[in-house]
């Protein structure tokens, strides 16, 4: 009986051996098959691209590129008027006529003042003009002086409006009052704009006059034109001097 268990378990172990050893053959069949068989995408999932390299193109290849265009706008040139007489030096655009008047005459702003001369700047229907006047009365008061010139220029224009002013100009290292101001027409159709600067020189008024001529603040042509006069105003050099009244 013992040798019968004995056989029994010697049989078991045998047979144990022999199913692992089939199963260890069985595993390496289906490895060997994996390896070596292809795979064949399903018919639902298309077949993947292998990725490219993009490369850019180089230079060579490159359409050519124009650069871009540059508008280079000419410095305006400057000349040196100067009135000794009067005691006047100033620069003007090289391009603005120059007229000389010396002429006594009772002005828009109430005063008869000498009118030295006259600048205009190019163009025949639409153009700018800046004066320089001299009142040869004595004067002490800036302030009272300038007063008197608006409320003479509102009662001689009935559409004359201010539109801007500045009591702490400048203008040859003496106090300078400046306005800004419109002219509507009868017409309402054509409008003026301008400006006036006032100052005292050893008690003589000096004013200068800058008008746009049916020219509008939106056009381009006004702003160049007001730039030019304001750079004239700031490089007014006046040495006092006896303004004696002349007949006319």
Not at 46 to 71: E, F
Not at 180 to 192: E, L, P
Not at 222 to 231: F, M, R, S, V
Request: glycine share 4%; with cysteine.
């Amino acid at each position: 009986m013992l040798i019968y268990y004995r056989d029994l378990i010697e049989m078991n172990k045998t047979k144990i051996a022999f199913g692992m050893c089939i199963a260890i053959i069985l595993v390496l069949g289906i490895f060997i098959a994996g390896c070596t068989t292809t795979s064949t995408p399903s018919s639902g999932t298309p077949p993947q691209t292998p990725a490219q390299n993009i490369i850019a193109p180089t230079s060579a290849t490159n359409a050519p590129t124009t650069p871009p265009t540059v508008t280079t706008v000419p410095a305006v040139q400057y000349k040196t008027y100067t009135n000794s007489p009067y005691g006047i030096t100033l620069s003007y655009p090289e391009n603005w006529e120059v007229q000389e008047q010396d002429s006594l005459a009772l002005r828009d702003y109430g005063r008869s003042t000498i009118n030295i001369a006259n600048f205009y700047s190019p163009g025949n229907d639409k153009y700018a003009s800046f004066s320089i006047d001299i009142d040869p009365t004595s004067e002490t008061e800036l302030e009272s002086y300038y007063n008197h010139a608006v409320l003479a220029l509102q009662a001689y224009y009935p559409n004359w409006g201010i539109t801007k002013h500045n009591y702490q100009l400048k203008v040859s290292d003496n106090t300078a009052y400046r306005i800004d101001y419109q002219v509507t027409h009868d017409d309402s159709i054509r409008v003026d704009y301008g400006l006036q600067v006032y100052t005292l020189v050893k008690g003589t008024p000096y004013i200068f006059t800058y008008q746009a001529q049916d020219i509008s603040p939106n056009d381009e042509t006004y702003t160049e034109n007001l730039d030019e006069a304001q750079a004239m105003i700031k490089s007014v050099t006046i040495s006092p001097v006896t303004v004696t009244t002349k007949s006319r």
